[in-house]
Each structure stands twice: as C-alpha cells, then as structure tokens.
C-alpha cells in the first residue's frame, strides 16, 4: 500500500457494496511496521466508503498520505480511527465538519509537521465544542508536537463534560499543559485521563493523580527533554 494508494481497494469496496449490506467495521491500511513506516502507507479519499456503507459503525483509518474527506452526515458510525505520523488540517477539519450523530469513539493521532501533520488548536474547536457530536464519550487527540496547547484548549472544551475517556497520550506534554488542564474544567467525572508517553516532572506527576483520585490517570512511559527536544511516538 505505500507503492499505490487504497483508491483501486476503496472503488472495488464501493462497487461491490450491494454485496455487504451488513457490513459493520472496516479497517483501511494496517500494515505491519516490519513492512512499510506508517509515514509510507499512502489512502486516499475516504467519503465513497462512508456513503456506500450506511450502516458502517467502525472505520479504522492507518497512515495520512493522500486522506481525504468530504464533511458529510453518517447515522451509523461510532468509531472513528485515524492512525497518522502527521494528519493534515484539511482532513481534521473535514472531520469537524461532518455531522456525526451516533459516533462515541474518535481518536485522532496528529503527528508532526516533518510528516505532514499541519492540525492547529483552531482546527480541532468544532471538535471541542462537540455540537455536531452528541454522543460522543471516548475523544482521543494524541501524538502531537503541540499536545499542550491541545490540553489548553480541552481544558476548556464544552465536549469534555460529556466524555469518560480523554486521551491526549503520546505527545510533547509537559508541566505546562498539565498545569492548563489541573485549571480548567473539573475532569473527576472521567472514567480514564490517559496521558502516557510524556514529559511532566515527577512533581507535576504526582499532582495529577493527587487531584484525580477517583480516575484511571494514566502517566506511564514517562520521558524526560534530550537536548530541549521533544519527540511523539509515533511519527515516521
């Protein structure tokens, strides 16, 4: 999948839909990193999916070269995937964009901008406010290089109240951000705050779980700056 992009898999989907009716999950560009870097694998648009499948409740989406979408309403989906070194803001604005009314699962891995991630804060606001999400329990915006800001933004967010798991794992989190989020809104009403692979100080660690006792914070793979330099997880 990275020498041609899933454009002649998803006319082949779409062609044949009259045939999966049923259809349910469909997962588009998992391969195994001991064959092709996430960074390689190349989709392409994925709105003919979303429309030949209406009763589609999952769609797991790996890689971002060529992810295109068109804002559209889907009554069926409820879990959205996308699995990305660097998504670019015009599909998370897509995605903002697209009314969604039965979607509980979003997670979004926004990369670096060496691999394509362009998502700013004032890409992911429709999100945040969350009006065209309302069933919305699970929101998961992770690997960034501005995972900060990101846990400014959320601290504030409307959607959050609603939510049993915020994710914001995998990125450049740092006291800052951490600091942004202790501020905001309460979170005890979470079930899950996973935060793991981050930069906080041990002081700022033990802050967090002190002042969410009653939630699974998750703060494991811990790192600390190399030469004032901080990486993802996942970004090639």
């Known amino acids: 999948m990275y020498e041609e992009s899933s454009e002649a898999i998803v006319e082949k989907l779409v062609a044949n839909a009259h045939l999966l009716p049923n259809l349910r999950a469909l997962s588009l560009g998992h391969v195994d990193r001991d064959w092709c870097e996430i960074s390689w694998i190349r989709l392409s648009a994925v709105t003919p999916l979303l429309t030949a499948f209406p009763n589609l ?7 971002s070269d060529g992810l295109a979408l068109v804002p559209m309403r889907h009554e069926s989906l409820r879990v959205l ?60 915006l992770q690997d960034s290089e501005i995972q900060d800001e990101i ?40 079930k899950v705050l996973d935060l ?10 033990d802050r967090v779980e002190k002042a969410l006792p009653g939630v699974d914070v998750k703060l494991h793979d811990r790192l600390s700056p190399g030469d004032d330099r901080l990486y993802v997880a996942v970004s090639e």
């Not at 409740?57 to 890689?63: D, K, M, N, S």
């Not at 400014?152 to 994710?167: E, F, I, M, T």
């Open 151 to 190: 846990a400014a933004a959320v601290a504030s967010a409307p959607v959050v109240a609603r939510l049993d798991v915020l994710d914001l794992s995998m990125g450049t989190l740092t006291d800052a951000g951490a600091e942004a989020l202790l501020g905001g809104q309460p979170l005890s009403h979470l």
């Open 81 to 140: 995937r996308v699995e990305s070194g660097g998504l670019q803001s015009s599909f998370v604005r897509s995605v903002a964009a697209c009314d969604l009314p039965a979607l509980e699962h979003l997670e979004l891995w926004l990369g670096v901008e060496n691999y394509g991630g362009t998502t700013s804060v004032a890409d992911l606001a429709p999100i945040l406010a969350g009006d065209r999400l309302p069933a919305l329990r699970h929101l998961g």
């Open 196 to 205: 793991h692979h981050n930069y906080l100080s041990d002081a700022m660690a």
């Open 57 to 63: 409740e999952r769609l797991e989406l790996r890689g």
